[in-house]
């Protein structure tokens, strides 16, 4: 057997054992995901058991199913209603929802910050840190103070934190570049202080506002918050982060490529002024409707992918994926913890996230400087 066959063998070997640990790791996840969300909806001051919860979950999902579908249901699939009312509208009303957008929110903020740390090459890239979340809420407080995006109807509230999230990235991304590349140090102070104008153009609004109720709704949105959740506003993100992390995921290769360099990239066919044109507006996108319906929660998008990277490497077809049930199942646990750990009194998730966040990226931050210094 020659040398080149048995390193072929080997890689083949390797190649397998790889794509078999990722297909377990999803099932864990799978599994993980379940009984997250079940522990969200069932841990709270009113104790409702694990099979009750699971059988209105089941039972409403049907009688939507048939609501959509107008076909009645048949006699052998119907669940016997054994449940209250209090309960029906506490499962169904109040926690399930609050914990799908716990994890449509943190599966979205964890796969924006895997994108943004390829597109810009820097472990530290983050919505937060950079001020793409608070150019999200000045766009989301523009539109509560002064009915601005109005033609958007409905979504005028996502449209205003798209816009506002695309121009923070924009400035943020110019700032940080110096004949063409991108310096790690420019890019974090540039974030830093896009976020520091942002905070304070958002509270300059807030001041000056006639409307009463405008503190109130920013401070929630500085904060993070994913109380009072109702199955409207579950629509927009749902398929934002779907047709979102398809787009991504489909373009893996390329954000593979990025992470070697442009010039690499571009000997591979990669059109980087294109692809980062379109990376801008997807990863602004995502961030502009998660922060529109939760407000500005920090970190997940630091941690989750350095997490996520130590499970499968860097290869973005299997990083993407999992960055969605790591972030979701992730800000489903925090969100338990600001509901229970400090109760009757109910912290806002963004202070938690804060609380973890910032001692990692502290700890990532002189990680860098370490490397550097010792280049």
């Known amino acids: 057997m020659t040398t080149s066959t048995i390193t072929s063998h080997t890689t083949l070997t390797s190649s397998r054992t790889e794509q078999r640990r990722f297909w377990l790791l999803l099932v864990g996840l799978t599994v993980l995901l379940l009984l997250s969300v079940t522990m969200g909806v069932t841990l709270s001051p009113v104790a409702i058991p694990v099979g009750t919860v699971w059988r209105i979950v089941t039972a409403q999902s049907l009688r939507v199913l048939a609501d959509l579908t107008t076909l009645p249901l048949p006699e052998w699939i119907r669940i016997e209603e054994t449940w209250s009312t209090a309960q029906l509208n506490i499962v169904w009303l109040i926690r399930f929802p609050r914990v799908l957008l716990g994890l449509f929110v943190g599966a979205g903020l964890a796969v924006v910050g895997v994108t943004m740390q390829a597109l810009v090459r820097n472990p530290l890239a983050d919505p937060y840190i950079l001020g793409i979340s608070s150019g999200a809420s000045v766009g989301a407080v523009s539109v509560l103070a002064f009915g601005a995006f109005a033609f958007a109807g409905v979504y005028a509230l996502s449209f205003g934190a798209f816009f506002g999230a695309l121009l923070s990235f924009f400035i943020v991304f110019m700032m940080a570049q110096r004949h063409g590349r991108i310096l790690p140090t420019r890019l974090v102070l540039s974030g830093v202080a896009v976020a520091y104008f942002f905070s304070g153009l958002s509270s300059f609004i807030t001041l000056t506002s006639d409307n009463r109720e405008l503190a109130r709704a920013v401070l929630a949105w500085l904060l ?37 360099g442009d010039e690499t990239a571009a000997t591979l066919g990669v059109d980087t002024t294109r692809f980062r044109r379109q990376l801008f507006v997807t990863v602004s996108l995502i961030t502009g409707t998660m922060v529109a319906v939760s407000g500005a929660i920090g970190f997940i998008g630091l941690i989750i992918p350095h997490v996520v990277r130590l499970l499968v490497g860097t290869d973005h077809r299997r990083v993407l994926p999992i960055a969605i049930f790591v972030g979701g199942i992730f800000l489903i646990w925090v969100d338990i913890i600001a509901r229970t750990a400090f109760a009757p009194t109910e912290l806002p998730v963004g202070v938690i996230t804060s609380l973890l966040g910032g001692p990692f990226f502290l700890w990532m931050l002189n990680q860098q400087l370490t490397n550097r210094g010792g280049a």
């Not at 993100?237 to 893996?252: C, E, F, H, K, R």
């Open 224 to 260: 993070g918050s994913l109380a009072g959740t109702d199955w409207t506003e579950l629509v927009l993100p749902v398929i934002v982060l779907t047709v979102g992390s398809l787009a991504l995921t489909l373009q893996a290769r390329s954000l593979n490529a990025l992470l070697v």
